[in-house]
């Protein structure tokens, strides 16, 4: 394993912006199957999922929101399983009930495994960092004599091993959040097949 190149995917991993006392932090959008992108845009690493091309998921306050770029309408979903559309509460059985709130605890829970995994795609990227600066410190502690090639590349091999670990960890973490997006896409279908009044939006 090359420590050199540990550094380079860690730090590659997130992108901070200094603004003040502030420190903006944002994630490249992650593409899964079919299209579906999950993208951390909004504030305090809000995620935003995005599935059938321009349709828009994330939460606000404890409601389930799907929207169309193109389109003024929005839908909302309650964690008691109601359903709105652009504030107009909509009339539902018990099973379209069961359904809307099955689709609201799939998306909360989407979303809480996707803040977890960028927080400790963060925490990684901060061991590269951190393991960055160590290399630059071992080359010129390498000017004294007491201090190999030989230490330093053993140094470097036991930090990025570390690093290699959590990054695998987050990888596991990945592929969990990937199976929740897919249950989420097939779950969006069913919603918008048993609420007429979701039908008739052109583009749910």
């Known amino acids: ?34 299209g579906i992108t999950l993208s951390f845009d909004g ?11 321009d349709i828009k998921i994330f939460i606000k306050h404890n409601d389930l929101i799907i929207c169309h770029q193109d389109s003024d309408d929005e839908v909302a979903i309650s964690d008691e399983g109601e359903l709105y559309i652009n504030d107009k ?20 829970a989407t979303f809480d495994k996707a803040e977890e995994i960028a927080k400790e795609a963060m925490k990684v990227g901060l061991k590269g960092a951190e393991l960055g600066l160590k290399a630059v410190t071992g080359v010129f502690r390498m000017l004294l004599p007491e201090y190999s090639s030989e230490d330093f590349e053993r140094d470097m091999e036991k930090e990025g091993e570390k690093i290699e670990t959590k990054a695998q960890v987050l990888e596991d973490k990945a592929e969990i959040m990937e199976k929740l997006v897919e249950e989420m896409q097939e779950l969006h279908e069913q919603v918008g097949d048993s609420v007429p009044e979701l039908d008739e939006l052109s583009w749910f």
Do not use: W
Not at 43 to 53: A, H, N, S, V, Y
């Open 43 to 53: 504030p305090g690493l809000r995620p935003t999922l995005k599935i059938k091309e």
């Open 1 to 34: 394993m090359n420590p050199f190149r540990i550094i380079a995917a860690s730090l590659l991993i997130y992108t901070m912006a200094f603004c003040h006392e502030d420190v903006h932090i944002t994630f490249d959008e992650q593409e899964y199957h079919d």
């Open 89 to 108: 509460r909509i009339d539902t059985n018990r099973k379209q009930e069961k359904l809307l709130l099955e689709y609201h605890d799939l998306g909360v």
